[in-house]
């Protein structure tokens, strides 16, 4: 059983950094490249903010996240991370991982709450 699962999002001041942790279970982690996605309340589609391939090689990001949010993985703990710094009301949203891979198919995770607010 696939299973995908999001922690340490929270409330933080403006200017605060939290750490999320995206760890997988029930699928071969290194095979599989990371994204992680935000959406807004009442927003339908979950923007995408950064990914890393599987064996961590290739990074990109959007350039509303560049040089605040980094992306990391440890394929030895099955776990992937965003490391979010000089956060922004405007980065309130849920937060979701999802594992890519073409030939295997997705999964998502449940998603965490992060709030930015003073």
């Known amino acids: 059983q696939v299973s995908l699962v999001e922690s340490g999002g929270g409330l933080v001041q403006p200017g605060g950094s939290l750490r999320l942790s995206c760890k997988a279970s029930?699928?071969?982690?290194?095979?599989?490249?990371i994204g992680w996605y935000r959406q807004v309340p009442g927003q339908q589609q979950r923007e995408l903010l950064a990914t890393i391939s599987a064996k961590g090689g290739r990074i990109w990001y959007i350039d509303s996240v560049k040089g605040r949010f980094t992306i990391s993985r440890d394929n030895t703990e099955n776990t992937a991370y965003l490391q979010m710094d000089s956060l922004k009301p405007e980065d309130t949203a849920t937060y979701y991982c999802?594992?890519?891979?073409?030939?295997?198919?997705?999964?998502w995770g449940q998603g965490t709450q992060v709030t930015v607010s003073s």
């Open positions: 999802k594992a890519l891979n073409p030939n295997r198919g997705d999964h």
């Open positions: 029930g699928i071969p982690f290194d095979v599989y490249g």
